[in-house]
Nanobody, 129 residues
Framework: QVQLVESGGGLVQAGGSLRLSCTAS????????VGWFRQAPGRERGFVAA????????YYTNSVKGRFTISRDNAKNTVYLQMNSLKPEDTAVYYC??????????????????????WGQGTQVTVSS
């Protein structure tokens, strides 16, 4: 069992930055790939970014490429999502999720929320115009 806790959300003006953290407990974190998803009011939850177990491979949805960066520090059991040049359309609840190490890490899989085994409770990000 893995427990995930997100933090770092808040209110920021358009063009600003936030760094989200996803901290894990319960199992060896380096055995898990991690993804970030977001859900805006009235919309389905959607993929944002994912990072492999070692941190060597990352994927991003097109709308955040060049603005968001996912990274991880396995010694701290934490994955980060650095969000720069934020836009009002980035407003959403952001969730992190973890997938066990036996799974094949590829873009076609990591963007699907069913690929993940564990989820955090989410953190709100609000970008004002």
């Amino acid at each position: 069992q893995v427990q995930l806790v997100e933090s770092g959300g808040g209110l920021v003006q358009a063009g600003g930055s936030l760094r989200l953290s996803c901290t894990a407990s319960g199992r060896t974190f380096s055995n898990y790939a991690v993804g970030w998803f977001r859900q805006a009011p009235g919309r389905e939850r959607g993929f944002v970014a994912a990072i492999s177990w070692s941190g060597g491979t990352t994927y991003y949805t097109n709308s955040v490429k060049g603005r968001f960066t996912i990274s991880r520090d396995n010694a701290k059991n934490t994955v980060y999502l650095q969000m720069n040049s934020l836009k009002p359309e980035d407003t959403a609840v952001y969730y992190c999720a973890a997938a066990g190490g036996s799974k094949y890490f590829s873009g076609g899989y990591v963007s699907e929320d069913t690929w993940y085994d564990y989820w955090g409770q989410g953190t709100q990000v609000t970008v004002s115009s």
